[in-house]
């Protein structure tokens, strides 16, 4: 016997759940409540045991995941430098107290990139080819970002994308997007402490088990990471080489970031985008390329994000994302996923062809291989024609949502 349709409806409303849903179905919803409904996939609910609890620190590896303690264990040489605080809380007397002779290269103290023990690599805070912005993102997957994807997608255009492992858990059919329109997706912590204030093995796990969600959704192993608040030094950079991990920070700040919590006003982001984009045209990227701190943590900062495009797409000769301005054409562990060089895809852009990754084999996550980008190969923003394009977002009045932005101002870049 069969449960008629109506039956069924009623069972799942009684749930408080949505049915299976599928990236392509997820990604084809606009409105921010139907975005932001909970929602469950057995790829991620089959796989709970796994992680640490989700939307809370995880300040130990669980005892029963033998494989990460292995990991772990099997790490040596970390340098012996102190946690700066506690459970991921910076303590203002190591902020005061902290040598200016900055020994630990610890970049909230110094802006520090060049790390003072040897044998780690240099954090990535500009890009190499020049007047090229390295074009992303931090703190998503936010659940209501659809019409922000929709907009980068009609402008042919890839971002790199720092995920928080937490986010990808909530809301892993908008993970599988960002992956199936070719975006770049890089590690932003499991829980966004700050890293220099956890123990060794925290500090592992929030990168580890961020690694493992996102492996675990989109099919790939990401190999680059952005500390939350910029929060690093020799330590951690040490602990996420040994995950492959690339450091990546930023030299200019949008301080979108700042407006949820009432620390700037619109009027400044504004500001500090069009200094960003005086900056270009005085010659300052003309040897080397920016990177700057931008969000998709609000609907207010992903607004702003397509409010600004076309003045960033004027003012570069390119927008990028990271990986492709390294020329990195095998970003992820899994070598069959491959990246364009920088010149192919300048060269696609310009002739208003395709320029999304590809995969030779599946990656992994169901949906993670749509593959194609539903780009309309419209050209770059210069046209001006998206211009006028507004997302017409506003905020979700449901309680979840209410929550995440409240989370997310606490978590706050
Ligand atoms: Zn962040």
């Known amino acids: 016997m069969h449960a008629s349709p109506f039956v069924t409806v009623v069972a799942l409303l009684l749930l408080g759940a949505r049915a299976e849903q599928t990236e392509q179905g997820e990604a084809a919803l606009t409105d921010d409540t139907a975005q932001c409904a909970p929602y469950s996939i057995a790829l991620v609910t089959n796989a709970l045991s796994s992680f640490p609890t989700i939307g809370q620190p995880v300040l130990s590896i669980p005892a029963n995941d033998t494989v990460a303690l292995a990991k772990f ?3 040596t040489g970390i340098p012996n430098i102190a946690p700066k605080g ?7 007397d190591t902020i005061n107290n902290y040598p200016a002779t900055d020994p630990d290269c610890w970049w909230t103290s ?3 990139v060049t790390p003072k023990v040897s044998g780690l690599a240099p954090d990535i805070s500009s890009v190499p080819e020049p007047r090229t912005l390295g074009y992303g993102f931090d703190d998503g997957p936010f659940c209501s970002h659809n019409e922000f994807y929709n907009y980068l997608s009609a402008q042919n255009q890839k971002a790199t994308m720092f995920y928080i492992g937490t986010n990808v858990m909530w809301f892993p059919l908008q993970a599988q997007r960002a992956a199936a329109d070719g975006h770049q997706i ?3 912590t499991w829980s966004h402490r700050a890293m220099t204030a956890l123990t060794n093995e925290a500090a592992f796990a929030e990168l580890y088990y961020t690694i493992q969600a996102i492996k675990l959704v989109t099919g790939v192993t990401p190999q680059c990471w952005r500390p939350p608040m910029g929060d690093v030094d020799d330590r951690i950079r ?4 040994k995950l492959n991990l690339e450091t990546i920070l930023w030299k200019y700040d949008s301080f979108d970031w700042k407006v949820a919590s009432g620390q700037a006003t619109t009027a400044d ?3 500090n985008y069009q200094s960003l984009i005086t900056a270009v045209g005085a010659g300052t990227f003309d040897t080397v390329g920016a990177i700057m701190l931008t969000h998709e943590l609000t609907n207010y900062t992903m607004q702003t994000a397509v409010d600004n495009y076309p003045k960033l797409a004027e003012a570069f000769d390119h927008l990028v994302p990271i990986a492709v301005a390294q020329n990195k054409t095998q970003p992820y562990a899994e070598t069959n996923v491959t990246f364009p060089s920088f010149a192919a895809y300048v060269s696609s852009r310009s002739s208003g062809g395709s320029n999304s990754t590809s995969s030779s084999g599946a990656a992994g996550g169901s949906g993670s291989a749509k593959g194609s980008s539903p780009s309309s190969g419209s050209s770059q923003g210069t046209t001006g024609s998206s211009g006028a394009v507004s997302l017409q977002l506003s905020y979700a009045s ?5 929550a995440l932005t409240l989370l997310g101002a606490i978590l706050a870049l």
């Open 398 to 402: 449901s309680g979840l949502v209410a």
């Open 86 to 92: 506690v459970n991921g809380t910076l303590s203002n």
């Open 73 to 75: 264990n099997a790490i």
């Open 238 to 241: 040490y602990i996420a080489s």
């Open 269 to 271: 982001v504004t500001a």
């Open 110 to 112: 110094s802006d520090c």
């Open 186 to 188: 890089c590690v932003h």
